[in-house]
């Protein structure tokens, strides 16, 4: 096998003619297509990169607002408990209170009741002890004096005494 150095050279100058043209025509179109898609693609990089970032803020945000919902909602549950204790409180002191009253008023109206009861026993006995006592006159006076009068006396203390 034989080296032939024309082969070599037609070579040589064939391949610096291709490189020479591929530089002056294709090269520089080619790398400026792969120049752009390396932008496009650090671009999508940069907005995922982004968009991550505030998918987080987001998640964080939606995290605060939950623990805010939740703590706003653990102060109504508190409010209305403490709100139905003290009307529970309220209630049951307004019961005692109208139970109270209304023990007062059933205590006056049956002292009233009494009172007028033993007015009206009074009044009965004081003419059940004038009949009485008129009989008994109508037999002493004509017996003995003496006695119709102790007897009106001591009649009259006892009355005067339960009075």
Not at 90 to 117: C, S
Request: proline content about 1%; charged content about 30%; glycine content about 2%.
């Amino acid at each position: 096998m034989t080296v032939l150095w024309e082969n070599i050279v037609i070579t040589i100058i064939a391949f610096v003619i291709l490189y020479w043209l591929l530089s002056k025509y294709a090269f520089s179109k080619l790398f400026a297509v792969m120049e752009q898609r390396r932008e496009l693609v650090l671009g999508q990089l940069e907005e995922a990169k982004q968009t991550k970032e505030q998918a987080n803020v987001y998640v964080e945000e939606q995290k605060a607002a939950l623990n805010q919902a939740r703590q706003e909602a653990y102060e109504i549950i508190e409010q209305a408990k403490q709100s139905s204790s003290k009307q529970a409180r309220d209630l049951l002191e307004q019961a005692k209170q109208d139970t109270t009253r209304m023990k007062n008023e059933a205590i006056r109206d049956i002292e009233n009741e009494r009172n007028k009861a033993v007015e009206s026993l009074r009044g009965e006995i004081g003419t059940f002890s004038v009949n009485i006592a008129s009989k008994l006159i109508e037999r002493e006076v004509e017996n003995n004096p003496e006695e119709q009068e102790k007897l009106v006396n001591q009649y009259l203390k006892e009355v005067g005494s339960k009075s």
